[in-house]
T-cell receptor, first 113, second 113 residues
Framework: QQQVKQSPQSLIVQKGGISIINCAYE??????FPWYQQFPGKGPALLIA???DVSEKKEGRFTISFNKSAKQFSLHIMDSQPGDSATYFC????????????WGAGTKLIIKP | DGGITQSPKYLFRKEGQNVTLSCEQN?????MYWYRQDPGQGLRLIYY???????QKGDIAEGYSVSREKKESFPLTVTSAQKNPTAFYLC????????????FGDGTRLSIL
């Protein structure tokens, strides 16, 4: 219950295509869901986040879709660019454990020119 | 520019040796965190601190120790009791606990000699 399952582990997308990363959870105490982007040798940086009462949030080319009943959420990157090549982590705040951030295992995304 | 500074970038530990990783922030954040990142895994919480002179164990605290004597500083000591210390260590801070975004340093990579 204390985990966020992320897939795929790695993803290769052609430039201009759509990248899709999926996450799922079981614990109903998880109630706020950020996505972080990490470049090699750097720390993660917040990309976008969503509350569970919202089904979709869009910021530029990045969109989070959220399905509360299925306990699933996903990140879509439209018009993917080589500069988007990075590792992406989904995460969830657990309000039952003092808002500890629970992390998915990460998806290494490569955008081919 | 406000941010988090971790040092050193690379660190080597000999058997039986304690080593200390530095983390300094000038964001005036109350909360600070230490995470461990291993290949193919999400970030795992080692310790966190919500306020000066207070800190709490995370999921994998065994073999590690911390202190929080100043708001800006949250050093992590990897003791000889940590038998598998080779990993990428990330320090983060947030304005406070709760749904605040976490800001990360660029990490310290620790290896065994």
């Amino acid at each position: 219950q204390q985990q966020v399952k992320q897939s795929p582990q790695s993803l290769i997308v052609q430039k201009g295509g759509i990248s899709i990363i999926n996450c799922a959870y079981e614990n109903t105490a998880f109630d706020y869901f950020p996505w972080y982007q990490q470049f090699p040798g750097k720390g993660p940086a917040l990309l976008i986040a969503i509350r569970p009462d919202v089904s979709e949030k869009k910021e530029g080319r990045f969109t989070i879709s959220f399905n509360k009943s299925a306990k699933q959420f996903s990140l879509h990157i439209m018009d993917s660019q080589p500069g988007d090549s990075a590792t992406y982590f989904c995460a969830a705040y657990n309000m039952d454990s003092n808002y500890q951030l629970i992390w998915g295992a990460g998806t290494k995304l490569i955008i081919k020119p | 520019d406000g941010g988090i500074t971790q040092s050193p970038k690379y660190l080597f530990r000999k058997e039986g040796q304690n080593v200390t990783l530095s983390c300094e922030q000038n964001l005036n954040h109350d909360a600070m965190y230490w995470y461990r990142q291993d290949p193919g895994q999400g970030l795992r919480l080692i310790y966190y601190s919500q306020i000066v002179n207070d800190f709490q164990k995370g999921d994998i605290a065994e073999g590690y120790s911390v202190s929080r004597e100043k708001k800006e500083s949250f050093p992590l000591t990897v003791t000889s009791a940590q038998k598998n210390p080779t990993a990428f260590y990330l320090c983060a801070s947030s304005r406070d606990r709760g749904y605040q975004p976490q800001h990360f340093g660029d990490g310290t990579r620790l290896s065994i000699l």
